[in-house]
T-cell receptor
Framework: DQQVKQNSPSLSVQEGRISILNCDYT??????FLWYKKYPAEGPTFLIS?????DKNEDGRFTVFLNKSAKHLSLHIVPSQPGDSAVYFC??????????FGKGTRLSVIA | EAGVVQSPRYKIIEKKQPVAFWCNPI?????LYWYLQNLGQGPELLIR????????DSQLPKDRFSAERLKGVDSTLKIQPAELGDSAVYLC?????????????FGPGTRLTVL
């Protein structure tokens, strides 16, 4: 039973365009959401987070949107750069539930 | 500031052999995590330590897996005996704890191959 779902295993975007990565969750107790970025042979690195009291958080080129009623969040990267090519993991936590990760989406930014 | 250090980076063993992984968290981070990551999957929590106490080990297969965090700093994760299905990447992470527990810093992982 996957509590955090990333339904797109991969995404290709042209350099300079917007990348939109999506994530759905099922557990209503989740109240904190994070995105991690992972390069090959490295551990995941924290990218951006959002609390359930907000619906948007922005950090430079990265913006995370949260739609609590739909149990959906998305990560927008604008403009996309070749160095953004990586696997992106959505993660969620809340209550007594530790951090739960999705399966990841592989983003390829094409120059 | 040094990140989370893990060793070895790669390990190849035959099934039924024991194996151990070591993790040194970021200095000052009280909370330490061990995760398992299978190919094409996200990290899955095995065990979480608050200082030297294992506060969540519900997902740790205790028949063959064990972990310790002596003195609340470094930690080791052991598998004995290893099975073919244990082939995966084992990630260690650390965090400050409290309300900052969600912002975890990961090491590069140990890729285990069981033959």
């Amino acid at each position: 039973d996957q509590q955090v779902k990333q339904n797109s295993p991969s995404l290709s975007v042209q350099e300079g365009r917007i990348s939109i990565l999506n994530c759905d969750y099922t557990n209503s107790m989740f109240d904190y959401f994070l995105w991690y970025k992972k390069y090959p042979a490295e551990g995941p690195t924290f990218l951006i987070s959002i609390s359930s009291i907000k619906d948007k958080n922005e950090d430079g080129r990265f913006t995370v949107f949260l739609n609590k009623s739909a149990k959906h969040l998305s990560l927008h990267i604008v403009p996309s750069q070749p160095g953004d090519s990586a696997v992106y993991f959505c993660a969620a936590s809340g209550g007594n539930t530790p951090l739960v990760f999705g399966k990841g989406t592989r983003l390829s930014v094409i120059a | 500031e040094a990140g989370v250090v893990q060793s070895p980076r790669y390990k190849i063993i035959e099934k039924k052999q024991p194996v151990a992984f070591w993790c040194n968290p970021i200095s000052g981070h009280n909370t330490l995590y061990w995760y398992l990551q299978n190919l094409g999957q996200g990290p899955e929590l095995l065990i979480r330590y608050e200082n030297e106490e294992a506060v969540d080990d519900s997902q740790l297969p205790k028949d063959r897996f064990s972990a310790e965090r002596l003195k609340g700093v470094d930690s080791t994760l052991k598998i004995q005996p290893a099975e073919l299905g244990d082939s995966a990447v084992y990630l260690c992470a650390s965090s400050l704890g409290g309300i900052r527990s969600n912002e975890q810093f990961f090491g590069p992982g140990t890729r285990l191959t069981v033959l």
